[in-house]
């Protein structure tokens, strides 16, 4: 493969043609300067579509050297075990977890890595018709919905319990979950399992904010015990009208109002997951202050839109990258948010998921760099898992009594604390082999196996 002058390979891996699906060999380049205004590209050779490059971090910076195979590495930098941004200056460093160590002999078999989430579909049927749906879910709901039986669920789920152990998260999905005929059933059932730290639901909240029964039950819900595992991961594009109906057919916003003001009064936590696209990237830091004044919404998990299920259709242009979302928001709020409040999660491939902290006082929010905390030097600290708490946070050292002090402030209550998550799930444009060699990210599958999110959906 030709190299124009400027550039410097950074490894090799598999990677996806785009016109064929084919894999072939790629190339990860930097190109321009390492001081952060160099870029990040992805170049594939198709023996019969030939060369195509897309730009996978629109700055070095936040991309970071670690591969599934050793034997895919490029140099020093490249080794497995940690985790090192491609600048000359790197923002985070830290330990990969114990996906990045696995044996080479076992690299690509899921069964064999951590599962820190595990998504199941209990319904395949939506009461939304979304044009860029990953899932291609049909609509359909009462008698027309199709869904899979509380059985053949919970059996899913206790297989890879009881070959893997205990899971994190488990995360209900579809389709649209809150349809299915035994939502609750199953919920309680979760809600009961020892062996299930978290449930995260995957909703539109056209249910919390219309079907007064279904809020009723979900009230009851809220009133068992162990209520303080259920988690909403509700569909949001941002408080602005461009691109909501791009992205679901109508303009859903007051739909989601009213979800979150139902959610508030029974104390639910919610996750804002944010489909971000080039029509909503503007209005990042806008979506950030609309989440502030609700205390009950924890964060928001902002997910470049991806090429999947009925959204196949812009192969030409580069995908939302992680660095977009970080600058974005960067940019967008003054430096409010700083770059120093994400980095990389310690778990799976460092490319594969970025988390930033926050601190909500009085619906606003603060970067923890302005009271001397950094979060990319507590990455090494913090366990290998996607659901951080303030427990975590707090095992970061604080031996210092004035940042000991303010942790303690600020951390407490959870109301405190404002995440912002970013997960850029792959495509053919950034598929990236090694990614999914440590993926920790998986779907339980209709045969009960265990696949990496992206391998299963794109």
Known sequence: MNFKVGEKVLKKTISRCTTCDAEVPAEVIQVGPTDGTGKVIMRRTCPVHGIHEYVISSDSRFYYLAQGNPKNSCGEGCGCGTARSVSNK????GTLGSNAVAPVEILGQTEKLATCLALIE?????NLACPTCFAASPHGIGANTKFHSFDNITGRISQVISRKGPIEIIQFSGGEPTIHPEFFHLVQWVLLNPNIEKLLINTNGVRLARDEKFIESMRRIMTLPQAHKIQLYLQFDGPQLD???ELRGVDLREIR????????VMDLSITLAMTVTRQNLPYLWDSVQYALPHENIRGISFQPMFLSGRNTQKTLEDPINTA????????????NISLRDFTSLPCGDPNCACIGWGFRLDGKYHSPTAFGLDIA?????????????????EKCGCDNTILGDMMRRFEKPIARTFRLFIKPFMDARSWDKDRTDRCCTHVIAPDGSLKSFCQYYS
């Open 122 to 126: 209990i319904v395949d049927s939506c």
């Open 257 to 264: 109002e009213k979800a979150i003001r139902n959610c508030e």
């Open 90 to 93: 790197p923002i985070y460093d």
């Open 377 to 393: 030097s507590m990455q090494a600290t913090l366990p290998d898992k996607v659901n951080y708490s303030e427990a975590d946070l």
């Open 243 to 245: 691109g909501q109906k």
């Open 324 to 335: 977009d979302i970080i600058l974005g928001l960067n940019g967008q709020s003054s430096e």
